[in-house]
Structure formats: C-alpha cells, structure tokens
C-alpha cells in the first residue's frame, strides 16, 4: 500500500492550504461574527476549481480523483470550516446524485454552472420528522399536467438560502415506505419553490441553513433524477460520500486545534517553563497528534474506495471514517481549549470557534449512533 500522496494531490493540498493561510483563516472571524454568506471566496473557490473537484472536464469540472476532493476539503476546514461545508455540500451532495444517476441532458444542463460556481447547489433530504429516517419523508410530488408538482418543506438544508438548485427527495407513491420516493432537480426560481427560516447556529455561522419550501412547486417532468421510485437508493448513495467530506472537515477543524494548542504551548510560560515542557500538556498533543492521523487514515481510504467505484467498501468505510473523523475531532478541540486555559474560552482566541464548528460534524449527514448503525450492519452481514 502506498501512502505517498501523487503529484496532482499534493498540488491540491498545497494550492487549498495556502488559500486557507492567505485569505479564509484571516477572514474565518469575521464570518463567524457576521454570520454573512462568504461570496467573496465561495467565487474564489469556484475559480480554482474546487466546486467541481472530481467531475469531468468535459461538463467543466476539475476531473481530479476522490482522494484530492477530500484533501481539498480537509485543508479548506483547517482554515475556516463554514468554506468547508459549503464545498462539501456542494459537491457531494448536488452535484454526486446529478453525475451519478442523471441524464445526459441534465448533466449537460446543471453540472456545467454547478461545477464553475456560476450556481450553487443544495440537497433537500432532511424534514421537521424526517432526518435519519428518510422513509419518513412527508413532502410529496404528484404528477399532473405533465408536471410533479412538490408540497412539503425541508429544514437544516446547507447552503439552503444561497442555491440556485436543489436536489430534492419527495413521496411519489404512498403506503410503501421507501420505495415510493423518488428524487427531482428543482430550480430555486420555480414558482413555489421558497427560503423560509435561516437557523441561527452554534457554529460554522456563515454557512446557509435554512428551511426550503415547496407549495405546490411544478417541476418539468424531465427534471425527475433517475427512475421514479429511485429516491432512496440514490439518497444513500450520495450520503456515502458526503459523509467522507464531513469527515474531511471534521478533520481539517481538528488539524487547526492542535496547530494552535502547538504553537500556544510552545509561546505560553508558566512555573518558569513553556507549557510545552511539561508532561501533562506533551501527554495531550499526543493523544490529539495520533487520532488525527488515525482519523487523516480513515478517511483516506474511504475516499480512495469511492473513487475506484469499490461499491462493497462504500458505505461502511464512509459511516467508519465520518464516525471517528468527527468525535476526534470534538476531542481535539476540546482538548485545545484546556491547553489555552481562560484564554480558550474568550473568542480573542480562535480554538473556541473550533469547538463549536466541530460539534455539527457528530450530526449532520447522519449522527454517530446512524453510522455506528451503519457499521455494524456491515459487519455483522459480512460473517
């Protein structure tokens, strides 16, 4: 097994790492404070590249492999983890189930804007009694007129209230749980489609999360996303790899805690020594050090089997590296506000701003007890 990072990834790392140092750690407070919409480096990150990583040139992605995307992710986070969000649901989350199970017309017509940033894009799964269970899913789509017309609304949907498209999960058949959802593409300007509540959040404040609207939303028929009943299948699809970018973020958020408690340490005196001299303190950056590259590992991997199509690694190694990746990374943070002491708990300091972005990576995309699920289902099948 070779560890070694190609040419074309460790360019990524060191392209998305020096934006990250140069414009998104300096400007993470103001966002955090804010709480605005960062469109300045959302059009920068479109620029270079990084909202299309993985799809082909020829709808004008990137065309890079699924182990760049993470990496590109992981070093946006280090730098400001509401830019990492916005990336990861971008690209996993709108435009994977488009280039996975869409048309040719339909990748012709959306992944070209999406994979530029021209549009942005959103995935609506998530319902007021419907998160983890999405057989839950109470919005509807019946077809009329040679139109779905979509009633229902949608809550927690990052990058919500800033999308031009949203790949959207809806009931086309009742009575028979999951098998009778289906997924459409819904263009933001289509009448009845509306932003309703933006949610005021504990931590990555700048990212849009916010309510979607449908009243009776008429959708093109040609926008249905694969075959009517399809719905669930391309969801879990699609949550795999989006669960390998929130384990991305969580770990580019924990590689900055422990980049701060280091550098803290090694400057902060006490008893006439640097904190870094002392056992306690070396003992933390330790246990922070290891279950970083443990996580980094995971992760890694997970991302390595979706891009060679290794369908049997997908959901397990995914649900493995976003369980470990995102309580390493509460640990890690946690962990840095203890070596700052007071000075950890005043925002002057930016490891508090690292909790708190940290805490969503246990929830979204599926909390831990769904991945732990999600494990040991794999697990237990396999024997």
Known sequence: MDFNLTEEQQMVRDMCRKFADNELAPAAEHYDRTHEFPWDHVKKLGEMGMLGVVYPEEYNGSGMDYLSYAIAVEELSRGCATSGVIVSAH????????????????????LSKLCTGEWLGCFGITEPDAGSDAAGTKTTAEFKNGKWVLNGTKNFITNGGVANVAVVIAVTEKGIGHKGLSMFIVESDTPGYSVGKTEDKLGICASSTTELIFDNCEVPEENLLGKKGDGFKIAMHTLDGGRVGIAAQAL???????????????????????????????????DMATEIEAARMLTYRAAFYIGRGERRHHSKDAAMAKLYASEASHRATHTAIQIFGGYGYIKEYPVE??????????????????????????VINSY
Request: net charge positive; with cysteine; proline share 1%.
């Open 91 to 110: 690209n996993s989350l709108c435009l994977s189930p488009i280039y996975y199970f869409g048309n040719e017309e339909q990748k012709k017509k959306y």
């Open 353 to 378: 701003r690292y909790y708190r972005d940290s805490r969503i990576t246990e929830i979204y995309e599926g909390t831990s007890e769904i991945q732990r699920l999600v494990i040991a289902s794999n």
């Open 252 to 286: 580019g958020i924990a590689q900055a805690a422990m980049d701060a408690s280091v550098t803290y340490a090694k400057e902060r005196k006490q008893f006439n020594q640097s904190l870094s001299n002392m056992q306690a303190i070396q003992w933390m950056i330790a």
